[in-house]
């Protein structure tokens, strides 16, 4: 058992120290699972919405999914091994006992005796462990858990985790390795590393992967989720945390073996009996358990999560228009030599790694040496490092590890844009959060891109994870000037996505909502409402209305058709339906548009033709609109901030929120009313600003028509919302009480009124003051006219023609009722006609050509003239009513309400008693009548006191009744006695019965009742000056729309009006004191004003925020949360200001011995002193955790290698042959190097006649001629003449740490050729395009789809042959040898070694360079060269590209292209 013990306790084969492994050949394909690729989150949550957790359903699909999908894995033969068990007894080779095997396992077999082989001797089979897990003891946290074959393609790992687990797919993936073993880390780092980890993983959705057992590493990430989820914040949502853990290393394992899933299986936790077993961690919530047949064999789950890990970073993730591939990081902690080994291959893959400094072992290792130049990270220095920081197993290093440690160390640090060090207490890495996205982006920057796709793809996995504080910091800076159009595909995303910060954050780098709003962004924008919103049902259920089949898309009037239900027949369409000459043309099919660095593209949405007109009149509407129907709050108050018409749109939002929340729930009834209150509170803001600066200005706000709005006004919007705050706002009534006024003065008093009523000459005296001066200094008719058409004196005249009326009424029938009608009487009729009169024109009274059944709901849809129409004969005390009872009147009507329910509940008293009486007193009674008299009629009255006489006997009267119920005047007696003809029914029961109902009826529900009407009356009443303010509207636009005569001379009124509208057509206009269109000019000037005064508003309203007390608290707290951080900080750096000081005192300590012993030699040499008296100096020690960024003569940046770097990779390309790890100072072949043993390799070609001899065999390669031309091969270097041992050439560039020529065709020099041919980028004009002064470049090159790098067409040539391979396949034959004579035209740029990954210590790749370049657009071998370009192979691609440093090529050909650009003075 010791090998396994210390397979377990290494790092080499440690059971979760790596995280990755060698990159797989292959990766499964997505089409064997089904809709793999339906990934969004919103498919995910309709998915937990439709199977709840724990549902009867969902359980029974994982029963039948699983065992027929996932399989584990058994041994099926007993091979006994010459090992015991921990308990002595005999074991198969697969480490299990002969018990723990298949009963046909145990069987004498063919295999038996022979060696044990896991590809013959273990089988597949239907997995028996899966389901929920719960840990006994430890809470009633569940998770999942599934046994699974090593062999398990990751597709159907990833179909099982996303769609039966139910789990979102993720925006980044955290792989989180390092120590198996438990470490002791910093408390404060550890506190760290926990809030980072988890916050970083909370607000960006990612996974979190780990080796999920209770040990080590995977135990410090499962403490950290363990601390959130004890946290306030834990219901922000559930951090998602994989552990991937070998099944046969597992304690306790047998207790989740359940054939048809455990739901839930029971885990116990037992450190103590564990062994050198593991125990799983409950802090994680989800478990792969990778089982190989065997027990005890750590490291199985490493090549499977490498290859889930990897085929997860391959997912795209699309929302809201935006796909990203998933990103990976690979956090480290601690950690052994499997660590080391992981680290090398996800750096070595392109995955950055975030390693944490003071975690111990080789991340301090690493961390030491990460600023360090190549040249300085020696062997030495590595194995002082080693010595520090492995003292326990340091003896166990050999020579050649430490050189392997070496190698792979150079390596890691050699991609410095994958490698970041979290230090505690370094400036700007506060958080582990931080440093892990800084490192994403820091590694998206690395990439080679065309153009902006760089920055692009940064700000998509900044809006991704989002996490604006990173997006500000990182890629919003001085380095990227973005330009506004380049935002918008990412604005798009973030409304999509309800991302308000990042909104705000594009409205402040730029963004011009006028030009981002088009048509096709506004129908995206729609077609991707949440399907839960309300709106969406409306407008699905619009268009499953529209006449055309199948069903039309989405279109604007659609929209507007259900805004016109919302915002009420007041307003216009906002949207009109687009005839077919003048709608905005589609540029491409909106449900397939999506941001991805494949396919279509986002960004083609804001493509606009030079002619296109906008179609919008104001496009934050349209987005203010687009979050406020999805109830949106943070959304919609930034686009708010932003809105020109803002009063208007404020009370539009409410009146949009209030009737959305009539067909809402109860959670989202809530918040949308709290939204429509707070919208409205904004609006009374505004305009109480905007009256405070001007009162004639504010009140033109109230009235100016708004062509945004549907031609509506903000009084009517705020009428149409029942804003009763708003209307109620003393500006308003202010301008109101003008309206009233008319043209008069408000200061007359109504006495004044009076007289001039009765005795209109005396306008003429200048008893009543008019506003306008004219009419002030002119009299006679235009007095009159004005004073008679004022609202308040129309009112007024009414009320005195309604008590003339009342009292020719009384007259009528009192004194003069004839039986022929009077002429008083027929008075009076035609009193009642001009009053019908009236009626009919405030129904046909229609300025805004609503049309006929819009101004009938209208007129019907108000209480009032409800009222006017059931109470005409009454039309006094209806009027009456109107001016002094109205909020009383509302108090009746909510109250009638209270009665309905009241009357429900008490039927269902009188109906359950009577019904209980009726059967006990009464005997079969038939009659219907008699039987609703005995059930409802008496038990209504006896409520109010009328009891039965026979309900007790005591009254009982046997002629009050009918003995057989046939007297159709009296009822049917109760039961009778016969003898003593008395009642003979239970009288208890009956008097009980009664008691009771009395009971409830009148004291429980009469009180209730009267309950209701006093809390209907306090709420109504608290609020009466509000609602009698909100009527009062009504009353003075009835009036002044009122024609000015009272009944009955108002119909010489109505004469008029019939021949102005009917005969002579003349259209009727609206007042315009109530709605008044403005120049624009003017309309323009008004709206400025407004925007001015709103961010006044909106500063106030943060000024108050902050003066409220909670956020005093809140600032208060933050500062002393700030003030205990910088004193740790401040401590931190003492500290390390003390270990700097130390450092550079040892260092001139150093230097004084130094000096001391050269003065001592020098001194010894001239003859002083002697040997007996030269003072023994101590040898010097280097410096122990030395910060090497303290030190100011280091570099910081490597200046890059002086030896071949790309030769000397491990990994050979296209085999499994690995290198022997050469470092860099034992690179040159005079440096001794004595372990020095590398694998012979050589490839084996078909076309054997092309290439040299295979094998190290020295007879056949004897015949090679080095350093000469032999045969049609040139076998001379450009670098002179080279070494030849062992009848083998050495590079003469030194090791490579592997014999033999690899892939290459020839021993020695492998000569290339490189033709680089460009031309000047020009812009449609034909002028060249210059970057700053330097012009532009375009380059020629090939791409093969394999490859993600782009390439110079240039490489090996057959014998005899000028042109290149690669160059003929993209060339026509044709073409070739103009081809040719370009290249002997050409310059040469570059001559001599390659640095290539196919190099050998015997063959190397040598090259020319040449460049062929086209100054001239019109050149004619240009134009040829153009028209010859073809690819005979569909795998390959070729183009012009521009010459710039982020161009994707091999590091090679950049190198050269470089050179060329230098050549040109070109821009690189």
Known sequence: MEPAMLRRRDGAGSRQEDGFGVQPRRVADLGMVPNLRQSSSSLCRSRRSQYPFGNCEKQGNLSSWIPENIKKKECMYFVESSRLSDAGKVVCECGYMREQHLEEATRPHAFQGKEWDPKKHVQEMPTDAFGDIIFTGLGQKVGKYVRLSQDTPSSLIYHLMTQHWGLDVPNLLISVTGGAKDFNMKPRLKSVFRRGLVKVAQTTGAWIITGGSHTGVMKQVGEAVRVFSLSSSYSEGEVVTIGIATWGTLHKRESLIHPAGGFPAEYIMDEDGQGHLT????????FILVDDGTHGRYGVEIPLRTKLEKFIS??????????IKIPIVCVVLEGGPGTLHTIYNAITNGTPCVIVEGSGRVADVIAQVASLPISEITISLIQQKLGLFFQEMFETFTESRIVEWTKKIQDIVR??????????????????DVAILQALLKASRSHDHFGHENWDHQLKLAVAWNRVDIARSEIFTDERQWKPSELYPMMTAALIANKPEFVKLFLENGVRLKEFVTWDTLLYLYENLEPTCLFHYKLQKALAEEPERPAPRVQMHHVAQVLRELLGDSTQPL?????????????????NIKLSVQGVSLRSLYKRSSGHVAFTVDPVRDLLIWAIIQNRRELAEIIWAQSQDCIAAALACSKILKELSKEEDTDSLEEMLLLADEFEQRAIGVFTECYRKDEERAQKLLVRVSEAWGKTTCLQLALEAKDMKFVSHGGIQAFLTKVWWGQLCVDNGLWRLALCMLAFPLLCTGLISFRDRRLQAEGGLARIRAFFSAPVVVFHLNILSYFAFLCLFAYVLMVDFQPRPSGCECLIYLWLCSLVCEELRQLFYDPDECGLMKMALLYFSDFWNKLDICAILLFMAGLICRKTLGPKIIIVKRMMKDVFFFLFLLAVWVVSFGVAKQAILIHNERRAEWIFRGVVYHSYLTIFGQIPAYIDGVNFNLDQCSPNGTDPYKPKCPEIDATQREPAFPEWLTVTLLCLYLLFTNILLLNLLIAMFNYTFQQVQERTDQIWKFQRHDLIEEYQGRPPAPPPFILLNHLHLFIKRVILKVPAKRHKQLKNKLEKNEEAALLSWEIYLKENYLQDQQIQQKQRPEQKIQDISDKVDTMVDLLEMAHLKQSSSMEQRLASLEEQVAQTARALHWIVKALRDSGFGSEEGVPTLAPQKASVGRDPELDGGLKVEDPGDAYHVDARHLLYPNCPVQRFPVPNEKVPWETEFLIYSPPFYTAD????????????ALEPLSRINYNAVDGCLDRHSFHGVYAVQDGLPLNPMGRTGLRGRGDLSCFGPNHTLQPVVTRWRRNQDGAICRKGIKKMLEVLVVKRSLSEHWVLPGGSREPGETLPRK??????????PSFESLLTQGMEVYKGYVDDPRNTDNAWIETVAVSVHFPDQSDVELKRLNSHLYSCDAGVSIRWQVVDERIPLYANHKAILQKVAALFGAYY
Do not use: I, M
């Open 415 to 432: 991609r410095r844009q994958l490698l970041t060090v979290f230090r505690e207490g370094k400036d700007g890495q506060q958080d582990v």
């Open 1245 to 1256: 070609r078909k076309n054997k006649d092309l290439v040299d001899p295979v094998g190290d």
């Open 575 to 591: 949207y009109p339906r687009p005839r077919s000459s003048d709608r905005p043309r589609l540029l491409l099919a909106v449900p």
């Open 279 to 286: 125990c799983l961690d409950s802090n994680h919530s989800h």
């Open 314 to 323: 391959e997912q795209t993730k699309e929302r809201g228009g935006v796909a």
């Open 1367 to 1376: 160059l003929k396949q993209v060339l026509r034959r044709e073409f070739w």
